[in-house]
């Protein structure tokens, strides 16, 4: 089973039509947005999200619902490693809703926000992955990613940005534009984070890699996973990296979670050698 690119958007050039003034002659209304069918399959008791293809999308073990099955997905939450209280986290692509539940339960007094364009994404993780219903902390909003970045409210609020953002063809991330990135920055608060899910056989990780660079200080990539997956971290402010305190704060993490933070230290450190 192929498990090389996660996570929901359609194609940018599918956003929007050209823009016409809605007073000019000839003017014409905004293409209505098209999705693939979201399928799922499953094996050895993991539920798989598709687009139509064998492509994964996101993947839910039956057993721990709230447990991050793939391991991309837990390095996206490298950010623990710098910010163990965040006052809001924000996911961009909802997937299986892997990281919103987990952010949401791990964290008990964080603002979890989840951005998803596709409601049939947003209906099948109520149905079929548990995820849990809006309340005070948690919003899961159906709208473009690229008008949440880019509104000026979301601006300096948000203490981790992880984003998800693949279509049905897996080509590489839907929106990836130097512009794109300087508006995830500008939604980061003072010594925000963002991580972002890449495809490292793919020309769109050099293009990510180069707009990311233009809009962050300090850019950051863990080695390949499932057979083309690259997470990089994105810092807001180049942090000092003292590896030791980082491997103490990792042991801690996987004490309380399990997840295998040493090794996301393991790859920072490599990474910045390079």
Known sequence: MLIKRKSIEKEESQRTGPRVSSSG??????????????????????????????????????????WIELEYAQQMMMWMLFNDQPRHVVQLGLGTGALTKYCYRQ????????????????????????????????????????????????????????????DATARGPVLDTPEFYQDCAACLAPGGMMTVNLFGDHPSYAKNLKAMRFAFDQVLCLPEVHEGNIVAIAFKTRPELDFAALYARAAQITAATKLPAKSWVNGLKSAQLL
């Open 107 to 166: 964290f008990s007094d964080t603002r979890v926000t989840a951005i998803e364009l596709n409601p049939s994404v947003i209906a099948v993780c109520e149905s079929m992955f548990k995820l849990p219903g809006n309340d005070d902390r948690l919003n899961v909003m159906e709208m473009d990613a690229l008008d949440f970045v880019g509104d000026s409210d979301n601006h300096d609020s948000i203490d981790a940005l992880q984003v998800d953002l693949y």
């Open 25 to 66: 002659a000839g003017a014409k209304p905004a293409r209505k947005a098209k999705f693939a069918p979201v399928t799922l399959s499953e094996q050895k008791g993991v539920r798989f999200l598709h687009f139509g293809t064998e492509w994964v999308q996101g993947a839910m073990r039956l057993r721990k619902p709230d």
